[in-house]
């Protein structure tokens, strides 16, 4: 059976120790296992045309089969790439004010195809994968599918063994294809070493050579490795720069414009936060994945009472985090990222 391919692991970063007066060893980068070594090689389907029925939901479940290489690994991360993602106008809305149908994408990963709940974690909410375009209507949150990553425990796997991965959902409404995002894959072999099942009920099969096999089109489902450092790590630098008030959209209030500078290695996505009270934070808008990083907070998702406040987060490819300071959403802020 074929090994899955290893990128980005920087022979450069693997020096014992630095010499006296030079930079200090920079932290080794991540190991990416999937069916093809690239991960931007998995451009078929989930981007636009033909979508090859490669929809995951409810009752569609992949499989993909990867060798572990031995090693010491700090944490273990699943993924996939998705975008496509189905959606509709709810009642009451204007027509390109559309939603997702709601669900989560879950994946697994175990040294045996024998998966338990305690295995499975939640990959994404169908709200940020990127929606399916409308040929008839405009759409907002479109755009080129992504991979999404989630933490699995070090101690689902055991190095020098074949593991095998699951994508599904375990919601009933991402499912008919309509209802469903679509799974990304790239040019393959005849070779199989992954599989569909198309009637699981938001679960998995316990035996994937039942499951139709896959050949000529590889899925985009990987494995991400961080291999341990005994150095020092920082996540990335973030800092509002600026908030400002938005344009309106027909009779809605103006959103706010959140402006931030993220600096770090391999920084892979940002997001935005809000707070009534400095305490407890909360998601809200979309995710960026490279700059600039600028998020629109609408009005209604901002905390009533006139004192929200708002920070940004980043996230560095070896699981890394950083916060920007709170800012008050409607105090503004200078281009020095304080409070005025």
């Not at 997702?100 to 709200?127: C, F, K, N, Q």
């Not at 959103?255 to 934070?281: H, L, N, T």
Request: charged share 20%; glycine share 10%; net charge neutral.
């Amino acid at each position: 059976m074929r090994r899955v391919s290893l990128l980005f692991l920087s022979s450069a970063l693997l020096a014992a120790a630095a010499p006296s007066g030079a930079q200090p060893p920079e932290p080794p980068s991540p190991i990416f296992l999937a069916d093809l070594p690239n991960p931007n090689d998995f451009t078929l389907f989930a981007n636009g045309g033909w979508d090859g029925n490669w929809t995951v939901g409810y009752n569609a479940c992949w499989i993909q089969r990867i060798s572990v290489p031995e090693g010491d690994y700090a944490r273990a991360y699943v993924g996939a790439r998705l975008g496509r993602m189905k959606n509709f106008k709810p009642e009451g809305k204007a027509p390109w004010e559309k939603k997702a149908y709601p669900g989560v994408i879950y994946m697994a990963a175990a040294s045996t195809s024998d998966w338990s709940r305690a295995e499975s974690v939640p990959l994404a909410s169908t709200e940020d994968i990127p929606y399916e375009p409308d040929a008839a209507s405009a759409v907002s949150g479109t755009g080129e599918s992504r991979w999404f990553w989630a933490e699995v425990p070090l101690k689902a796997l055991r190095p020098g063994q074949d593991h095998y991965l699951a994508l599904w959902s375990p919601t009933p409404v991402i499912d008919p294809a309509d209802h469903s995002p679509v799974l990304a894959a790239g040019w393959g072999t005849r070779e199989v070493n992954s599989w569909v099942w198309r009637d699981g009920k938001g679960t998995y099969p316990k035996k994937p050579e039942t499951a139709t096999s896959l050949t000529v089109f590889e899925p985009a489902i990987a494995l991400k490795l961080v291999p341990a450092f005994s150095g020092t790590e920082e996540g990335p630098k973030v800092k509002i720069t600026g908030i400002r008030e938005g344009k309106p959209k027909g009779k809605k209030p103006a959103p706010m414009i959140v402006w931030s500078e993220v600096e770090g290695r391999s920084v892979e996505k940002a997001w935005v936060e809000v707070s009534a009270d400095g305490k407890k934070w909360s998601r809200a808008g979309t995710q960026a994945w490279s700059a600039p990083y600028v998020f629109t907070l609408e009005i209604e998702q901002i905390p009533p009472g006139g004192k929200a406040q708002a920070r940004v987060r980043a996230m560095d490819g070896r699981g890394n985090a950083g916060a920007s300071p709170a800012a008050g959403i409607f105090g503004g802020v200078t281009e020095g990222g304080q409070n005025r």
